[in-house]
């Protein structure tokens, strides 16, 4: 059974750092793209960020210099370090998996994954 979960968020103040986790489970993880997306209160869900198979990342505008993904296929984990963090980062954030060939790049779209963990919470603010 494939399975994505998530850790690491929590209350943090504007300017600080996070580190989330998304460990996974049941399938083959080094044969995934594994993205991170977020959905804000009254919001949709956002593409944040993306890594595959080869290690070749894509980030949205609003997260390229502070946010950085990462992945350890041996312990078939993802990581997202997360740094100068504001308010508009408020959000839960999931992590998501697509099986992909591996010199295929990785979208940003919720819509083309189709495994997502929980999700974890993520709050901003002082």
């Known amino acids: 059974q494939l399975q994505l979960v998530e850790s690491g968020g929590g209350l943090v103040q504007p300017g600080g750092s996070l580190r989330l986790s998304c460990a996974a489970s049941?399938?083959?993880?080094?044969?995934?793209?594994i993205g991170w997306f977020r959905q804000a209160p009254g919001k949709g869900r956002e593409g944040v960020t993306c890594?595959?198979?080869?290690?070749?990342?894509n980030y949205a505008d609003s997260v390229k210099g502070r946010f950085t993904i990462s992945r350890d296929n041996a312990k078939s984990t993802l990581y997202l370090q997360m740094n100068s963090l504001n308010a508009e980062d408020t959000a839960v954030y999931y992590c998501?998996?697509?099986?992909?060939?591996?010199?295929?790049?990785?979208?940003?779209?919720?819509?083309?994954?189709?495994?997502w963990g929980q999700g974890t919470q993520v709050t901003v603010s002082s």
């Open positions: 998501a998996a697509k099986a992909i060939a591996f010199s295929t790049t990785c979208p940003l779209t919720s819509g083309d994954y189709p495994y």
């Open positions: 890594i595959t198979r080869g290690g070749d990342t």
């Open positions: 049941g399938f083959a993880f080094d044969y995934y793209a």
